[in-house]
Every structure is written in structure tokens, then in C-alpha cells.
């Protein structure tokens, strides 16, 4: 009897470690994707980025998508990318809190508006990202300004905890590990 109940412990730790969390996928630009002569500042706004979730740039290949630092974003310094990709399809996924910069590498482009700054809270997604408020400033004059429907797409993924991520139970899971450990030993 003790060896099953080993091995119902055994199935319920790993199953409390396999925890599905809700992520979202944002489609940067929605309709518009990466690309020149579009608002990425009103884009993010009412939106809410959180660790785990993903953002989706959809671009032709004469662009590029670099991560890059707050200096090189605030004054479109080309060249000292932390991280590039050219191939029209890149998923960014967001692995710690704090801002992230994204510019076009391409010489002119983050001046003309390719330029993202997403701020991620730490946490997964629960809910859709909010609307925007009525009380959001417009667009300067300075920018073009697009209207485009919201494609923002809630997707739910399994996260598996493995060496290269911080990842840590819930309390509840927590709590309930130790109670079933707890349990198998006063049977044994």
C-alpha cells in the first residue's frame, strides 16, 4: 500500500508543477504589423504586457526587429543591438519585468517611427489587455496617425520550468504539495 501511495504522490507533484498560465500574443501594429508610419506609442497604450507574453512582429524582409538599450532606442543608434532579426516573422517573448526597446535597424527607420518601448509587469496575463481610456492624449501632429482594429490574440500555453527561466510554484500549489507529502508519509 505504501508503494502506491508513493506513486500517487509522485503523479500529483508532477502534475502540480505542469501549471498552465494564460499568455497573450500581441500582434505589434495590429493589421499595420512593423513597419514605417505607424504610432507604436499609441499602439501599447491600455494594453498590459506581462512576463510570458509574446510580441509579434510581422514585417518584409527590409526591415529588421532589434532589441536595443534606452539610449540607443531614445536616439536611434543602429549597430549595438542586443538582440536582431530580419526575417519577417519574429516572436519576442518576454521573459523579465521592466522596459523593453525594439527599433528597426534599417538607417532612417527608427527616426520615421519603428521604434517600440513595452513595459512588462511581472506575472502572467489573466485577461485580455484593457481598452484605451477615454482620457488618452492623441497622437502628435508630428506622427502619422492609423486607425486599425486591435488584433490582439489570448492563447493559453503549459510552462514547463527549465534551467534557463525563473519559474516558481503558486502558494496553493505550494500548500498542497506539502499537505500531500505530508499525507504519504503518515501512511507509509
Known amino acids: 500500500m505504501a508503494s502506491s501511495s508513493v506513486g500517487v504522490a509522485c503523479l500529483v507533484l508532477v502534475l502540480c508543477m505542469v501549471v498552465p498560465s494564460l499568455a497573450t500574443d500581441f500582434t505589434v501594429g495590429d493589421t499595420s504589423g512593423w513597419s514605417t508610419g505607424v504610432d507604436y506609442g499609441t499602439w501599447t497604450q491600455g494594453k498590459t504586457f506581462k512576463v510570458g507574453d509574446s510580441l509579434v512582429f510581422n514585417y518584409p524582409t527590409s526591415h529588421t526587429v532589434d532589441e536595443v538599450s534606452k539610449s540607443d532606442y531614445s536616439t536611434c543608434t543602429v549597430g549595438n543591438a542586443i538582440t536582431t532579426d530580419n526575417t519577417g516573422a519574429t516572436t519576442i517573448t518576454l521573459k523579465t519585468a521592466g522596459t523593453h526597446y525594439f527599433i528597426c535597424g534599417v538607417i ?78 503518515v501512511i507509509s
Request: with cysteine; hydrophobic share 30%.
Open 108 to 185: 532612417g527607420h527608427c527616426g520615421n517611427g519603428m521604434k517600440l518601448a513595452v513595459t512588462v509587469e511581472s506575472g502572467s496575463s489573466t485577461a485580455a489587455p484593457k481598452s484605451p481610456s477615454s482620457s488618452s492624449s492623441p497622437p502628435s501632429s508630428d506622427k502619422p496617425s492609423t486607425t486599425t482594429p486591435s488584433t490582439t490574440t489570448t492563447t493559453t500555453t503549459t510552462k514547463v520550468p527549465d534551467s534557463s527561466s525563473s519559474w516558481s510554484l503558486s502558494p496553493f500549489v505550494a500548500f498542497v504539495t506539502t499537505w500531500v507529502a505530508i499525507f504519504v508519509m
